[in-house]
């Protein structure tokens, strides 16, 4: 989808000097892909009232990041399959004031941001069935791409589809989904995470879950945490959870399986760690075979149980979005995020429901979330800049590692 914000710098500022920008705001899209539009919203930490910034095309995601300075960054994406997405980067702690607005030509259906050393990496997922998936380099100086880029090959047929990026230690980890057939029968390959220099030059990959869309960094740098869905999203799929040790020197296999052999059922998306090593994600099933809508869990897991611990389950969830999950941690308020289907829901760490945002009070079908200041967030953070996401993974790993006895895969 082309286009840019179709209002005013000075009507965007107006309406966050209103809303105050306070810490840890919801700032979010939502979705009418009948008519090809969208809002870009936000929800205040004090009033929990939305607010509309600007509209947007209907194909819209927001994403957070720290740049070279350890400032937090608020990207707006407005995808473009033809030439590139415009991405408009603002200021969440100087009212959103808007810093740069560019199109990025070639870098079409950016799914993830991520930031280290001066410079930004999205991920492109590009099309179904289709050539284009790679990570792009953007100089964080002007916003543009340096011309530096990575691309997965087509194997076998099975086209790749750039779901997530992380920086970390200097290096750069691209998720790559492989797919290939026709909807709704795709068939999955397992999806490759691809470990780059800075300068996006190849160094290595792991095989992971088939139809992966989501990883977190974990032990301090030297995992990664891969959630996947196992297939395509449909009735008896199932996915689950990868841990890939990413130091050199380890002995062994270098992936690990955290589900395998745990009756979980579920397809796997939407990761997020806390600071008191919880792992907060989403588990999706379909009820019946040709099913449109699908039962979607958020589920907290310490690692100290075979079974994670269900949150709240969301049953029959509009398609108009075509099914957005993500999970975020408000570290400024202790307080757990979840886009999911085509609403917002906001917990205590008690596990008790705080709020929950639907269709009406969100003024349409949200689509794609971020906070505008927050320790944590999902697949919208980047993890080297601060994002606290790692904080004491070391002693959630070692309790998970040590008691479950974590089954080797078989790749």
């Not at 009507?11 to 809303?19: E, G, T, Y």
């Not at 009406?360 to 080297?384: F, I, P, Q």
Request: aromatic share 10%; with cysteine; hydrophobic share 40%.
């Amino acid at each position: 989808m082309r286009g840019k914000f179709r209002v005013a710098a000075g009507v965007l500022l107006a309406v966050f000097l209103i809303c105050g920008a306070a810490a840890a705001d919801i700032v979010y899209t939502t979705a009418d892909f009948s008519t090809y539009t969208g809002e870009l919203r936000v929800i205040g930490n004090d009033s929990a009232v939305s607010q509309s910034i600007a509209s947007v095309t209907s194909d819209t995601a927001v994403f957070a990041f720290r740049d070279g300075a350890g400032k937090r960054r608020i990207a707006v994406v407005e995808r473009d399959y033809t030439v590139g997405d415009t991405v408009t980067v603002c200021d969440p702690a100087d009212e959103m004031t808007r810093l740069f607005q560019e199109k990025w030509t070639g870098a079409k259906n950016i799914y993830s941001i991520a930031a280290s050393g001066g410079m930004l990496y999205a991920a492109c997922y590009a099309g179904m069935g289709a050539e284009g998936a790679k990570v792009v380099q953007v100089s964080l100086s002007d916003c543009k791409p340096t011309g530096k880029e990575y691309a997965y090959p087509v194997v076998d047929g099975y086209y790749p589809h750039a779901t997530k990026v992380l920086t970390i230690g200097g290096s750069v980890y691209v998720l790559f989904n492989r797919e290939k057939g026709n909807y709704p029968n795709y068939e999955y390959a397992e999806s490759k995470l691809v470990k780059l220099t800075a300068d996006l030059e190849y160094v290595e990959a792991y095989d992971v879950g088939k139809n992966a869309e989501d990883m977190v960094s974990a032990n301090d740098g030297n995992g990664i945490v891969v959630a996947y869905m196992g297939g395509p999203q449909a009735a008896g799929t199932v996915g689950g959870l990868d841990l890939v040790h990413t130091k050199e020197d380890i002995a062994g296999d270098r992936v690990e399986s955290l589900s395998e052999g745990r009756d979980w059922a579920q397809m796997i998306k939407g990761l997020c760690y806390v600071n008191t090593q919880c792992l907060y994600f989403i588990g999706q099933r379909y009820e019946t075979a040709g099913s449109l809508a699908p039962v979607s869990t958020l589920y907290r897991w310490t690692g100290t149980t075979d079974a994670p611990n269900p949150i709240k389950e969301v049953s029959d969830i509009s398609s108009s979005t075509g099914y957005s999950y993500q999970v975020a941690f408000d570290a400024k308020n202790d307080k757990i995020v979840t886009l999911a289907g085509d609403r917002i829901l906001v917990f205590n760490r008690d596990d008790t429901l705080k709020e929950e945002f639907t269709g009406v009070e969100l003024n349409g079908a949200a689509y794609s979330l971020t906070l505008t200041d927050s320790a944590s967030g999902g697949r919208e953070d980047s993890d080297d800049g601060g994002s606290g996401c790692n904080a004491g993974l070391t002693a959630f790993l070692a309790v998970l590692v040590l008691p479950l006895a974590l089954r080797r895969k078989s790749r």
